[in-house]
Structures are given as structure tokens and as C-alpha cells.
């Protein structure tokens, strides 16, 4: 059980805390050392623990307008203007309000959805009748996809690792960034000293890369900590290698660094990710918002007990934004003052800690690692000298046996050679 905080950032004094729960489900066992399974997350609000109510009302910019508009940036003026006509015959301006609950599980009705929902042959197919955040994924089995892991049985270097998800090895990026990476965060095979780990995260369909930060000890149990740095997100251009997260032709759709662009994961949405509060971005965008205020607080960080590869705490945060730009032809999404905007949405902090029961139950499996040779090292020390002892015995009594065999055999034979001398004096005595 995790603890989840998700904060609009539209509402400064509004956050909610649920207590999250995540099991595999449908698991089955493959003859090739791998498991496949799917996730199922449930989320239940704690309202004694939030500052607000999921029935407070928050306004932010509707993403189905800026959705739609970044989707015909590229399309002919005359057909941005009929598709901004037909905008405004549902909306008067870009913002929409409506509930915590909405915005976050129950979803927001809108007509454009229906509406784009009988046009065909759209680049994306949109399989949702309302929006939200996390509208049709509580206790959903199908949200996070299906996954295959290896079982490290044939090679223990390979626990947890991702072999393939949705039936694929790759993912929507282009090159080396849409290979599979990584775990998805529940066992790990540690090497001594390993410099990074990578997780894989279903909802950027892509991994994350955490850095070694140092030792750590969660419920007195000693771990390794890694955490997020300025690779994280880097698009390119201070880590040459991961420039295939934009096109190859890197144009204005190529975010700063810090950002990593996920419209190809969100069905063509404007949707870009960051660390909450813009940390580590490069500065372009976050000068543009007031009020942040990133601190390392708002790190993406895990530890991990290196034996086992059991996680002992997790930190995962990550912040949703939406590009806003300025499109010619769609007055209706251009209504922010500054034509080219990130706007953040909301973010979330996951929060998982071992508990007492976890940590007594780690803290055995180590002592059994730990004593097993000493353990080995006394039974075996042991079995030695039980079998000297043995030997010694046997000899013991063997030599007691042959020395007794000796004496009668000594006693038989004098007393035989007795026998003689009696029967020779006998026969002298009878010539005499």
C-alpha cells in the first residue's frame, strides 16, 4: 500500500492524498524464465489527510481545445478556421471548470469528444467518451498494458528485467529510446557498485533513468539510493544519446531540456512531462509561471536493499504540463497572453516506504544469506569431527580386538605346548 499525493497546480491550496494499492493480476508462468501479467492500481481518497474535498471546483485550460489544436498546427489555415467556427459553438473561451473528482477519476463530458468521435480517419484514435486524468484506470487491469518480465531463474543478472510489453520489445520512440529498459520497479539484480538503474514507466512509454546517490537506511536496513539528475528528460542536448527522444529533425517540437514529450503516448495530446515545479528544466518555461518553487524535495528518487533487490522507499514524482501555442486560424486556443506556454496541470507524489512487516521479513532472508556459510562452516566442522571421532573409535577397538585375538591365541598355544611336555614325560616314564 502506497501513499499518492496529486496537487493542481491551478489551485494553490488544493491537494489530495489517497492511499494507493497496486497488485499483478492474470499472471502466467512461461516455459522461457519469463512472467506475464498486468497491473491493477485502486486509489482510495483520504480525506482527513487532504486539503480539500474531491467536490472542490478547479479551473484550468480545457486540453481538449489544446489538444485539438496542436493536432491541425501543421494543416492549411482554411481548415483551422472552420474547425475553430465549429469550437465555438460549444465553448466561448479556453478554460473549463469542473470538480476534483472529474478532473481526476469520474472524467468531464464534452461535446467536441463526441463530435471528433465520428470523424474518421484521424491520426489518433481517441478511446474515451469523457476526459480525465485518470478517468477508467481505478481498478482497471488494462491501463498499464500487458507486461513480460524475466524470472532471473536461468540468469539472476536478469530479475525483473522488461522483456516485452503490449507483445512488443519497442516503443513509440525512434531509434535506442524506444528499446525496453529497465524494471517496472519491483525486484532488481544489483551490481556492485551499479552507477544507474532504469524503470520503466507504462504511462511514457518509455523508462527513467536514476543515478547513484548513496547509501541509505530505511527501518534499519541498509540500501543504495538512486535519484533523478539532469539526464533525466535531457532531450539531447547535454546527453547526445538520448536526442532520439525528438525527431530527427530537431525543430520547435524538440522541448528544452527537462521536458520530455509524450504526445505519441497520449493519443497526439499536447502532453509533455517534467519533475514538479519544473526542477532541472532548463529555465525558458518556468521563468513564464509564477509561484514555483522547485527544491530537491520534489526529486524523483528510490532505494533499494541490494541483496534482495527489494525497494525499501520510493519517491516518485512527476508533473503533467500542456503546451499551449499559439496556432493561427484557432482563435479559441489562443487566449494566454504568452503565445508559447507549458502549463502545468497538476502532479503527483508516490510515496512507498517499508513497513515494519516488510523489514523483518527482508531483515530474515539476509540473515539467512548472511549465517547460511557459518552455518555450513559449523556442520561441516562438525561432520569432521564426528568422523575422526568414528575412526578413532573403530581403530580403538580393532586394535582391542586383534590385541585380545593375540592373548588367545598366545594362551592357546601354551597351553597346547603344555599338553606335549605332559604326554613326553609320560612315555619316558613308561620305557623306564
Given amino acids: ?51 480539500g474535498s474531491l467536490s472542490d471546483n478547479v479551473t484550468s485550460i480545457n486540453p481538449i481545445i489544446a489538444t485539438i489544436a496542436y493536432t491541425l498546427r501543421t494543416e492549411r489555415v482554411i481548415l483551422k478556421v472552420i474547425v475553430d467556427m465549429i469550437l465555438r459553438t460549444y465553448h ?86 524506444g528499446e525496453l529498459k529497465g524494471t517496472t520497479g519491483e525486484l532488481w539484480a544489483l551490481e556492485h557498485e551499479q552507477p544507474e538503474i532504469q524503470i520503466f514507466a507504462a504511462d511514457l512509454c518509455t523508462h527513467m533513468s536514476l543515478a547513484y546517490s548513496g547509501p541509505v537506511v530505511k527501518q534499519g536496513l541498509p540500501g543504495v539510493e538512486f535519484a533523478a539528475n539532469d539526464s533525466l528528460f535531457d532531450n539531447g542536448y547535454k546527453y547526445p544519446n538520448m536526442a532520439c527522444y525528438c525527431d530527427e529533425v530537431r525543430d520547435e517540437n524538440c522541448m528544452a531540456a527537462g521536458a520530455l514529450n509524450v504526445s505519441a503516448c497520449k493519443y497526439g495530446a499536447p502532453a509533455f512531462v517534467t519533475r514538479p515545479h519544473f526542477l532541472g528544466m532548463d529555465p525558458y518555461y518556468p521563468s513564464k509561471i509564477e509561484g514555483l518553487k522547485p527544491t530537491e524535495n520534489h526529486n524523483f528518487k ?68 548472511y549465517w547460511f556459510p557459518y552455518g555450513c562452516y559449523f556442520f561441516i566442522t562438525l561432520g569432521l569431527c564426528l568422523i575422526v571421532t568414528g575412526v578413532y573409535r573403530i581403530r580403538k577397538y580393532t586394535l582391542m580386538r586383534l590385541k585380545e585375538a593375540d592373548i588367545s591365541a598366545s594362551q592357546k598355544f601354551l597351553s597346547h605346548g603344555d599338553k606335549k611336555h605332559d604326554f613326553a614325560l609320560q612315555l619316558k616314564e613308561n620305557t623306564l
Fill in 1 to 51: 500500500m502506497g501513499l499518492v499525493g496529486i496537487g493542481m497546480l491551478f489551485s494553490t491550496t488544493w491537494s489530495s492524498i489517497f492511499h494507493a494499492k497496486i497488485q499483478q493480476v492474470n499472471i502466467s508462468w512461461n516455459e522461457n524464465n519469463t512472467v506475464t501479467f498486468r497491473n491493477q492500481r485502486f486509489w482510495y481518497f483520504q480525506h482527513d489527510m487532504s486539503n
Fill in 92 to 177: 466561448t473561451n479556453m478554460f473549463l471548470k469542473a470538480n476534483v473528482s472529474s478532473w481526476l477519476f469520474d472524467g468531464v463530458g464534452d461535446p467536441i469528444l463526441d463530435l471528433v468521435g465520428h470523424i474518421p480517419h484521424l491520426p489518433y484514435t481517441i478511446p474515451f467518451d469523457r476526459f480525465g486524468w485518470f478517468y477508467k484506470r481505478n481498478g482497471s487491469i488494462d491501463a498499464d498494458g500487458l507486461f513480460v518480465t524475466n524470472t532471473g531463474a536461468a540468469d539472476f543478472s536478469e530479475l525483473g528485467k522488461l522483456e516485452r510489453w503490449q507483445h512488443s520489445n519497442r516503443t513509440v520512440y525512434r531509434d535506442q529510446c
Fill in 302 to 369: 528510490m532505494a533499494i536493499e541490494p541483496v534482495t533487490g527489494m525497494p525499501l522507499a520510493i519517491s516518485a514524482q512527476l508533473q503533467a504540463n500542456a503546451l499551449v501555442r499559439h496556432i493561427p486560424g484557432i482563435s479559441l486556443n489562443n487566449q494566454l497572453p504568452d503565445a508559447d506556454m507549458l502549463v502545468p496541470m497538476f502532479w503527483f507524489r508516490e510515496d512507498i516506504t517499508v513497513d515494519e512487516h516488510y523489514a523483518n521479513f527482508a531483515a530474515m532472508a539476509l540473515g539467512v544469506r
